[in-house]
C-alpha cells in the first residue's frame, strides 16, 4: 500500500500535462553553439531541455553537416528534415553566419558578450587562429565558460587528429571490450561516444555554472571524447594493472557480476538476466525451482560465483531454463522473486509502451514546421523544473532576424545589409535535409521579423 | 603562468595546456567544494559514478552502506579482489567517506533524518517507495529540508506502468531495455547458418549504468543551479535505461514515420558509410569517407575509382547491400596493411588533397585493445590515467576525469575506504557523537 502511495504521488508530481505550468531551471543561461554533428550539438540540447536558451550558429545555406544524416538516407515523408537532425536540434534557435568573414566576427562578439557559454566542437586551435579562441573572447566576457569537445582535446602528442564516434569508441577501448571472443570488435550502434560524450561535457558546464554562482568567474574546459570513454570502462585499468591481462570481449556476459547474460526464451525472445545482490539470486533460483542452488557453495555468494569455472556450471543451467520458460512467464517470475529480467527492447517495443510514455521518455512534439514528431524525450525527471521540448530542427537560419536582434543588438536594416554582403544567411539551400516540409506554410514558428 | 595569459603569440596549444594540464591542479579551487552529499545508492554502479562525479568535483560525499557493506564491492571479473574489495567499486569509491548505517533499525533511520538536515543532495537506488516506506524518503525529509535535492535511481523509474514491477536494476538490465543493445552486434549473414555471435549485443563496460550516473550528476547540477535561484530542493527520477536510451539516434521517429526498427548492421552504419572498422594486418582500423568529396579521396586512396562512380552519393552509399558490398571491395585494400601503413598512407594524401585545393579528407583510426590504450604515451602525458597511490590500497592506475578546466578542475584525493572506515570521523563531524556513541551504535547493529 505505502509504497503504491508513492508512486501515485510521483506520477502526480511528474505528470506530463503539467510540465509547461512549471518554470525552467535554467532559464536566463545564453548558450552559443558553433558545432557540427552531434558530440559538440547535442551539449546544448541537453541544457535546452531545461531551460537554456541556444543560439546554434550555422554556415548560411547548408548549416550543420548532420542536417544529412538520417537512416538509409530516408527522409520523414513529407520531406522534412534529417531525423538524427530533427532530434538533437530541440529548442534550438538557428543563425545564418559565416565566421570566416570580419564583419561576422564582429557579430558574433557582440552575441558572447550576452552570453554565458560558448561551446565549439572544432579543431584544437581554430578558433584562436581565427582571432575569436578564448584568449580573445575571455577579455570581452570574464564570466563566459567556454567548452570545447573533440576527439582527443587541446595539447598534446594526439591534438592534430580529426575524430568521430566511432574513433573515440575504438581509440579508447570500447570497441574492443564489446562482442563476442574470437569474433570482431563492435562499435556500438548507436553514436554512443558523441551522446555520452556531450552528455558529460555538459556536467562539467553545470559545475562551472555552480561556480560561477559564487564567484561571478567563467572559465575554460577542454573535453576529450576519447578520454571520457576510458574513463567509463570501470574495472578495465585497474584489473589490467593488477594482473597485468588485459581486458577481452566477453559477448553478452558480464564477467563482473553473476548471473548477467543474455539468453533466448521458449518463445525466441532475446531476455537479459541479471543478479547483482546474493538476495537476487536466491529468487532467480526460487523462479527456477533449484533453491539448491542458492545453498550450493560454488553459488551461494556473489564472489565464488564469480570464479570461472563456477560461472561456466551456473550458465548452462540458467541457458536452459530460460530455453524452456516463455518471456511472460519469465517477466511475471522476475517481477514475484526480484530478480533482473528483461528482453531486448527494440525501437517498437519502447515506442508503443506506454510506460515510456507515462514518464516522457517518448515525446510527441507538435512542431510549427514539422508537424508532429516523436523523438527520445527526456532522460531525468525533476518534479519542479522538468524538461521540455518545445520545437525541434529548424530550417538553417530561420531565426536569424530575431536573434540578431534581439542578442546582438542589430536592427533590421543593418542585418539586411550583412545578409545581402553574405555575412549572414536566413535562407536555406534547396536541398534535402535543408529544406522546410511542403506542408509547412513558411511563416509558422518564425518570430521575427 | 598568469603573465602569459593574453600573449597571443604564444601557440595555442602551450598557452592553453599552461593553465589546464592537470599537473597544475593542486592548490587550485574545486567547483562544488561547498556541496554535502549522501550517496546511498545500494548495488548500484549508476549511484556510485553520479557520486563519483560531484566528488570529483570537490563535493564532500558520504557513501552510506549497510553495515555489512554494498553488494557493489563484489563487482568485480572473475571474483578478482584487492585488500578486500571488488575491482568495480574500488575505482568509484574515490574522495568519498564510507560510514555504515543500518537502516531498518528504528535508530539507524532517526540518524538518517539528522544526516539528511544536513546535506545539500541525496542520491539512493531502491526501489521505488522503499524509503517513503521506512520514513525516509523524499517527502518526509524535505519537510525540515527545503532545500534537499534528491535523486532517486531505478531502472524502471519511480512512476509508470512499470514502477512497481519489482525488477532488479542490472546493468545488463538498463542496457537491453534502452534500445542500444537491438541496434548493437553483427547481423546475421547466413540465415540457414546463423552465427552464435550475431546476436543483439551488450556494450562491454556497464554502459547502462554509466549512462545513468552521468544523467543523475546532470539532473543534480541542474536542480543546484535552480536551488540557487529559488531556494528550493526537488525529487529526481533517473533511470538508467531511459539514460543510456537518450542516447539512440533517431529510433523513435524512424519507427514513428516507417513502422519499422533500424535493425542491426554490425560495424556498418545506417546514416554514414564509409565509416567503419576494417581488418588490417595486424588488427583493425577505421576509415572514413562520408560526404561526396571525402567519399571520392578514400576511393582515389585504395586505387577504386569504379566504386566512387558506382556510387556517387549517399543515397547509392546508404543502402545496405551497396555498404556490404563496398565494404567487401575496401577491406581488400587494407587488409595487406599495417596500421600504421594505413595511417601514413591517408594522411599524406589528406594533407596533398588540401594542397591541391581539391579538398577532401579520409579519416583514420585504430581499433586499440584496452592493454595498448593503458600503454600508450598520449594518455599519459595528458593526465587520462595516473599511477595513484593511496594509504589502504596501494599504488594503482586509474583514469582520471575527461574534463580539463582551468579554474576548477576535477581531482582524486583517495581511490576508496573500507566499509566503515569513517564512521568516527564524519558522525563526530556532523553529529557531534563521541567514540563511546560510535561503540554503543556498533554493538546495537545500527552501524
Not at chain 1, 200 to 209: I, R
Request: aromatic share 12%; charged share 25%.
Amino acid at each position: 500500500m505505502g509504497r503504491e502511495d508513492f508512486v501515485k504521488w510521483a506520477e502526480k508530481e511528474f505528470d506530463i500535462k503539467k510540465v509547461f505550468e512549471k518554470p525552467e531551471a535554467l532559464e536566463g543561461i545564453v548558450v552559443i553553439e558553433f558545432c557540427t554533428l552531434i558530440l559538440g550539438p547535442a551539449t546544448p540540447s541537453y541544457l535546452s531541455e531545461f531551460g537554456a536558451t541556444i543560439i546554434k550558429l550555422e554556415l548560411p545555406g547548408m548549416g550543420d553537416t548532420m542536417r544529412s544524416l538520417t537512416p538509409w538516407g530516408r527522409f520523414p515523408p513529407d520531406g522534412a528534415h534529417a531525423m538524427g537532425y530533427l532530434k538533437e536540434s530541440r529548442n534550438k534557435y538557428s543563425v545564418g553566419i559565416d565566421l570566416h568573414h570580419p564583419e561576422a566576427k564582429e557579430v558574433f562578439k557582440r552575441l558572447i558578450k550576452r552570453a554565458d557559454v560558448f561551446i565549439e566542437n572544432l579543431r584544437a586551435g581554430t578558433l584562436d587562429r581565427w582571432g575569436i579562441g578564448y584568449r580573445d573572447l575571455v577579455e570581452i566576457n570574464p564570466r563566459l565558460i567556454y567548452i570545447a569537445n573533440n576527439g582527443f582535446g587541446q595539447w598534446g602528442p594526439y591534438v592534430e587528429r580529426p575524430s568521430y564516434d566511432a574513433i573515440a569508441q575504438s581509440e579508447s577501448g570500447i570497441a574492443w571490450i564489446t562482442g563476442f571472443p574470437n569474433e570482431l570488435p563492435l562499435k556500438a550502434g548507436i553514436w554512443l561516444a558523441d551522446y555520452y560524450g556531450a552528455l558529460v561535457s555538459a556536467v562539467a558546464v553545470l559545475a562551472a555554472l555552480y561556480w560561477r554562482n559564487r564567484t561571478g568567474e567563467g572559465q575554460y574546459i577542454e573535453f576529450s571524447q576519447a578520454e571520457n570513454m576510458i574513463r567509463a570502462l570501470d574495472w578495465t585499468w585497474i584489473y589490467q594493472c593488477l594482473t597485468g591481462k588485459g581486458r577481452e570481449r566477453y559477448g553478452n556476459r558480464d564477467v563482473a557480476i553473476c548471473p548477467s547474460d543474455v539468453f533466448v526464451s521458449k518463445d525466441k525472445e532475446y531476455v537479459a538476466i541479471g543478479c547483482a545482490t546474493d538476495e537476487e539470486f536466491k529468487g532467480l533460483c526460487k523462479a527456477m525451482g533449484r533453491t539448491d542452488l542458492a545453498e550450493d557453495p560454488r553459488f551461494s555468494t556473489h564472489l565464488e560465483r564469480l570464479k570461472p569455472e563456477n560461472q561456466e556450471a551456473l550458465y548452462p543451467i540458467i541457458k536452459e531454463w530460460v530455453a524452456n520458460t516463455s518471456w511472460p512467464e519469465i517477466d511475471k517470475l522476475a517481477s514475484q522473486y526480484g530478480f533482473g529480467a528483461e528482453k531486448v527492447h527494440c525501437a517498437k517495443d519502447m515506442y508503443t509502451d506506454p510506460h515510456f510514455e507515462v514518464r516522457g521518455f517518448k515525446w510527441t512534439v507538435d512542431d510549427p514546421v514539422s508537424g508532429k514528431v516523436v523523438v527520445e524525450g527526456i532522460a531525468p525527471k525533476l518534479n519542479k523544473t522538468p524538461g521540455r521540448i518545445k520545437w525541434i530542427g529548424r530550417p538553417v537560419g530561420v531565426d536569424t532576424y530575431y536573434v540578431l536582434t534581439k542578442y546582438a543588438d542589430l536592427t533590421w536594416k543593418e542585418i539586411r545589409e550583412l545578409e545581402e554582403k553574405g555575412v549572414i544567411g536566413s535562407k536555406w539551400k534547396d536541398m534535402p535535409g535543408r529544406r522546410p516540409p511542403k506542408t509547412w506554410d513558411g511563416q509558422s514558428g518564425i518570430v521575427y521579423p | 603562468m598568469i603573465e602569459k595569459k593574453m600573449d597571443n603569440t604564444v601557440p595555442w596549444d602551450e598557452w592553453i595546456r599552461a593553465l589546464d594540464d592537470p599537473k597544475y591542479t593542486p592548490g587550485k579551487p574545486e567547483a562544488l567544494s561547498d556541496l554535502w552529499v549522501i550517496d546511498v545508492s545500494y548495488a548500484n554502479m549508476a549511484g556510485a559514478y553520479a557520486s563519483s562525479i560531484l566528488s570529483e568535483f570537490g563535493a564532500n560525499v558520504i557513501k552510506i552502506e549497510p553495515p555489512t557493506g554494498d553488494p557493489a564491492r563484489t563487482f568485480t571479473p572473475f571474483g578478482i579482489t584487492h585488500k578486500g574489495e571488488g575491482l568495480g567499486y574500488l575505482n568509484e569509491g574515490r574522495n568519498k567517506y564510507h560510514i555504515t548505517l543500518n537502516l531498518n533499525t528504528k535508530e539507524g533511520k532517526e540518524i538518517f533524518k539528522k544526516l539528511a538536515k544536513k546535506v545539500d543532495v541525496i542520491i539512493e537506488s531502491f526501489k521505488p517507495g522503499v524509503m517513503d516506506e521506512l520514513g525516509i524518503g523524499y517527502r518526509q525529509l524535505s519537510v525540515e529540508n527545503p532545500r534537499l535535492v534528491y535523486c532517486a535511481i531505478y531502472t524502471y523509474g519511480q512512476y509508470g506502468p512499470r514502477a512497481l514491477c519489482n525488477k532488479a536494476d542490472v546493468d545488463i538490465i538498463n542496457q537491453v531495455m534502452s534500445g542500444v543493445t537491438y541496434v548493437t552486434g553483427e547481423y546475421v549473414k547466413d540465415p540457414n547458418n546463423p552465427k552464435e555471435s550475431e546476436v543483439p549485443t551488450k556494450e562491454g563496460n556497464w554502459m547502462g549504468w554509466y549512462a545513468g550516473g552521468a544523467w543523475a550528476a546532470f539532473a543534480i547540477l541542474t536542480a543546484l543551479i535552480w536551488r540557487d535561484k529559488s531556494g528550493e530542493g526537488q525529487f529526481i527520477d533517473v533511470s538508467p535505461a531511459e539514460a543510456l536510451g537518450r542516447c539512440i539516434n533517431y529510433a523513435l521517429t524512424n519507427y514513428q514515420f516507417y513502422e519499422d526498427n533500424v535493425e542491426r548492421v554490425g560495424n556498418l552504419d545506417a546514416g554514414v558509410f564509409c565509416y567503419t572498422y576494417f581488418r588490417c594486418k595486424d588488427g583493425y582500423c577505421f576509415l572514413s569517407g562520408f560526404a561526396d568529396p571525402n567519399w571520392s579521396l578514400l576511393c582515389e586512396i585504395i586505387e577504386r575509382p569504379d566504386l566512387r562512380d558506382k556510387y556517387p552519393t549517399v543515397f547509392e552509399r546508404l543502402n545496405f547491400e551497396n555498404q556490404k558490398a563496398a565494404y567487401k571491395e575496401i577491406e581488400k585494400w587494407t587488409i595487406d596493411k599495417t596500421y600504421n601503413e594505413i595511417f601514413e598512407i591517408v594522411m599524406e594524401a589528406n594533407r596533398k588533397a588540401k594542397e591541391s585545393g581539391k579538398g577532401g579528407v579520409v579519416v583514420p583510426g585504430k581499433v586499440v585493445s584496452p592493454q595498448e590504450v593503458m600503454h600508450t604515451e598520449n594518455w599519459w602525458i595528458r593526465g587520462t590515467f595516473v599511477k595513484f597511490e593511496d594509504p589502504i590500497y596501494g599504488e594503482l592506475i586509474i583514469a582520471n576525469q575527461p574534463w580539463k578546466m582551468t579554474k576548477t578542475p576535477p581531482r582524486v584525493k583517495w581511490l576508496c575506504r573500507p566499509v566503515g572506515r569513517d564512521n568516527m570521523y564524519i558522525y563526530q563531524k556532523l553529529l557531534g557523537f563521541g567514540a563511546e556513541d560510535i561503540k554503543n551504535l556498533k554493538e546495537k547493529g545500527v552501524i
